[in-house]
């Protein structure tokens, strides 16, 4: 009786702070891919040529795989992966990781077919031990350095990138000869952390609130904020305004989001990030990257540069500029009236919203 009591009881503080809301609902789950209303420019760009030129050039530097040399150079000497659409593919290019089994067209992890697939070379290179065909693409990090008996320091912060693959071993890499960073030790001692990559669907749409909208919308929520979710803006150190992109919120626009990207993740240097990019590791210890790993593209620094000779704008345009024009007009997911629920069950989800607050 007590528990049938207690159940009741239960049910009906429910029912005083989320009135209307039905209990008997089943979860659907993950949305298939038919359907998605993710993925696709603004109508605006759409029904303007130039713009929709713009973006489309974006979408295809977006989706495409770099190479040491050749057509696509700059990629390593050290890399997560070879293209920001094989990371941001779910739903859609755009999206984040890509999940098996969910969307028929994606196959497994692509960092863990980067061996099978020849982008790394495997007699130098291991897939990590946290990087799995079914489990998402990750971005790994130590927290702290080591010490000199492989410890953690707690007084040596870290948290800088540890790109997971090196381009040692490739015929294009020459006699580059790097090492993967230390991950077993890493996850032995507990020092690593993840991140997943992140959606830039509507991205354009942030970058371009201003900082007073921002201000008045923390402001009005803090009001009638119930449940003690609180915290601060996020400043970049050359103008003071709000930053908005990146880990931890540290870029301020798409353009150095995609700068960052470029250099951190695939390796390539660009007008906004200059040189090669070592770990952090060699950065602290003064060592940088060897002789034998800079400027492996041949064509000097930066490797992404704007082309004077272009014919066209989108031909002029670096690629750094273009991942950030594919950001700014690719637009915000839209509801689906077909997915399981209708439009009942969007309803339903914007009342609860609403009402927890």
């Known amino acids: 009786m007590k528990t049938i009591k207690l159940a009741s009881a239960l049910a009906f503080l429910m029912a005083l702070f989320f009135p209307g809301m039905a209990f008997a609902q089943t979860d659907p789950g993950v949305r298939s891919n038919t359907g998605v209303n993710a993925g696709q420019p603004y109508a605006s760009v759409s029904a303007n040529a130039n713009d929709l030129a713009f973006y489309q050039a974006g979408f295809a530097q977006f989706t495409e795989h770099q190479t040491v040399t050749g057509d696509n150079p700059g990629l390593g000497p050290r890399f997560n992966l070879d293209s920001c659409g094989a ?3 779910q739903p859609a290019p755009g999206g984040t990781s890509p999940a098996v089994g969910v969307f028929p067209h994606v196959g497994p992890n692509p960092q863990s077919q980067v061996i099978a697939n020849g982008v790394v070379i495997g007699s130098t290179n291991t897939i990590p031990f946290f990087v799995q065909p079914n489990g998402p693409v990750r971005e790994a990090r130590f927290p702290f350095f080591f010490d000199r008996f492989g410890n953690p320091n707690p007084n040596a912060p870290n948290g800088g990138v540890e790109d997971l693959f090196t381009v040692s071993g490739r015929a294009d890499a020459v006699s580059c000869n790097l090492q993967q960073p230390s991950f077993n030790a890493a996850g032995a001692t507990r020092n690593m952390i993840f991140r997943i ?3 830039v669907f509507g991205a354009g749409l942030i970058e371009n609130i201003d900082d007073s909208t921002l201000l008045a919308n923390q402001a009005a929520q803090a009001v009638f904020n119930r449940v003690g979710i609180s915290g601060t803006f996020n400043h970049n150190g050359n103008d003071g305004t709000i930053s908005r992109f990146g880990w931890k919120a540290q870029n301020k626009s798409l353009m150095i989001f995609a700068g960052e990207a470029y250099n951190v993740e695939m390796g390539i240097s660009n007008e906004l990030f200059t040189q090669d990019r070592p770990l952090p590791g060699e950065d602290q210890l003064g060592s940088g990257l060897p002789a034998n790993c800079l400027n492996l593209a ?20 670096s690629d750094t500029a273009l991942f950030s024009v594919f950001m700014k007009f690719l637009d915000q997911p839209t509801p689906s009236t077909t997915s399981p629920g209708g439009a009942t069950s969007i309803a339903n989800g914007r009342r609860l919203f609403s009402a927890v607050g």
């Open 298 to 317: 041949g064509v000097g620094y930066p490797e992404d540069i704007t082309h004077s000779g272009g014919t066209s704008a989108s031909t002029v345009t």
């Open 87 to 89: 990371c941001h593919s």
């Open 197 to 199: 990559p992140t959606p």
